[in-house]
């Protein structure tokens, strides 16, 4: 079967590191997304990982690991409005992206 | 300039009417695709059209029913509403159906029915 497991929810101080893990079982893999939604808005891309390794954008990192079906999503220097949900999102042998229910991330000052 | 547009954002009807979504996307993209996301915040595909062809169309009831008229209209048609059709509904379209062609949203319907 297809499975992606993620944290319900994670609070994270303004200025601080959050890393948002993501383990997943799909049927044949082609890459792993990682979306921002906020509240009441539609999911945003943030980044995309075929291959083994960590992708840098900014301050918004993702990491792979096909072998252990493990993704994480790194954020830096945290500000208020990364107050979200965040999605991994996972494809299978078809290229269709299968999503997890995310992880609402609160943000305190 | 709205890339992908939903009409309409808020949509409160009663069991048993049937409701229309419309979609459009100004992004010259091939692909288009209706997304159901519930109260536990799953994101479902439900159907995707690649030039006006049906290529997606997973197990949902055929209450449901999805009209591309042209390649950057994808309009769903859902007839007899039931209370657990009550969800967020994302169109999103695509440059191609590759796995590489990011998926843009629009912006969700929010559909509640009574």
């Known amino acids: 079967g297809q499975n992606i497991d993620q944290p319900t929810e994670m609070t994270a101080t303004e200025g601080a590191i959050v890393q948002i893990n993501c383990t997943y079982q799909t049927s044949g893999f082609n890459g792993l997304f990682w979306y921002q939604q906020h509240a009441g808005e539609a999911p945003t891309f943030l980044s995309y990982n075929v291959l083994d390794g960590l992708e840098e954008k900014g301050r918004f990192s993702s990491f792979l690991s096909r072998s252990k079906g493990y993704s994480y999503l790194l954020l830096k220097e945290l500000q208020m409005k990364d107050s979200a949900s965040y999605l991994c999102a996972p494809t299978d042998s078809n290229y269709q992206l299968i999503w997890g229910a995310g992880t609402k991330l609160i943000i305190k000052p | 300039d709205t890339a992908v547009s939903q009409t309409p954002k808020y949509l409160v009807t009663q069991m048993g009417n049937d409701k229309s979504i419309k979609c459009e996307q100004n992004?010259?993209?091939?692909?288009m695709y209706w997304y159901k996301q519930d109260s536990k915040k799953f994101l479902k595909i439900m159907f995707s059209y690649n030039n006006k062809e049906l290529i997606i169309n997973e197990t949902v009831p055929n209450r449901f029913s999805p009209k591309s008229p042209d390649k950057a209209h994808l309009n769903l048609h859902i007839n007899s509403l039931e209370l657990g059709d009550s969800a967020v509904y994302f169109c999103?379209?695509?440059?191609?159906?590759?796995?590489?062609?990011?998926?843009?949203f629009g912006p969700g319907t929010r559909l509640t029915v009574t």
């Open positions: 999103a379209s695509s440059p191609g159906r590759d796995l590489l062609f990011l998926q843009y």
């Open positions: 992004l010259g993209h091939d692909t």
